[in-house]
């Protein structure tokens, strides 16, 4: 018998198969859990969207549309019902609506300009985008009552002026679908301006969901 056939059948064999090779290599996901990747996220009732919506129309009604809207930047709903979130999503766009188009460039630079300014951003983004899906959808929710209604129902104009659909000569109720994306595009385009392009990216790969 040569050396070659002497090797080959006392050597390669297939004992190599069962070697689990991740567990040797320090960089493996087994080394790690990977719950690590995806912290967890506090969870948010639809009373505490409630309670949070509550604050935050607190501040509007005292005139502070800063305040009001970090806290609802600060507080984005991850873990929650559809019926949370979409009570969020009511009062980020109730927020927009209430701010001047002069004012938004100026707050989102001084938001940007804080230590978790970019985060807060892109959190915004979530929302925008999230708010587009619905309005050019024509989707609307399916709770009614207290229930969080549709971001087209939401932008209407407010009694107070600061509405910028209001502040647009030629719409009427029956433009609010189109209404509502003109603001959203709005603060889109001042969101990119301010934040740039990266923000879309961070916003499409992000795994948590507004």
Not at 72 to 91: F, G, R, V
Not at 199 to 209: A, E, H, P
């Amino acid at each position: 018998m040569s050396i070659i056939q002497q090797h080959t059948e006392s050597s390669l064999t297939d004992a190599w198969r069962t070697i689990n090779i991740d567990a040797l290599d320090p960089d493996s996901s087994q080394n790690f859990p990977l719950s690590t990747l995806h912290p967890p996220q506090p969870e948010f009732s639809d009373q505490d969207a409630r309670n949070l919506q509550s604050q935050i129309r607190q501040l509007l009604q005292a005139g502070d549309a800063e305040g009001a809207l970090r806290s609802a930047l600060e507080n984005p709903i991850y873990n929650a019902p559809d019926l949370a979130k979409d009570t969020h999503l009511q009062t980020v766009i109730e927020v927009l609506q209430r701010i001047k188009v002069n004012e938004m460039t100026p707050l989102l630079q001084k938001i940007y300009s804080d230590d978790r300014g970019s985060e807060s951003l892109d959190v915004l983004m979530k929302y925008l985008y999230k708010g587009m899906a619905a309005t050019s959808s024509g989707l609307s929710s399916q709770h009614t009552g207290n229930g969080p209604r549709t971001p087209t129902k939401l932008m209407t104009p407010q009694a107070t002026g600061f509405s910028q659909i209001g502040g647009r000569p030629g719409i009427t109720s029956g433009d609010s679908t189109g209404a509502a994306m003109s603001v959203l595009l709005s603060w889109h385009e001042k969101v990119v301006d301010v934040a740039g392009l990266g923000c879309i990216g961070r916003v499409m790969t992000d795994f948590r969901r507004v």
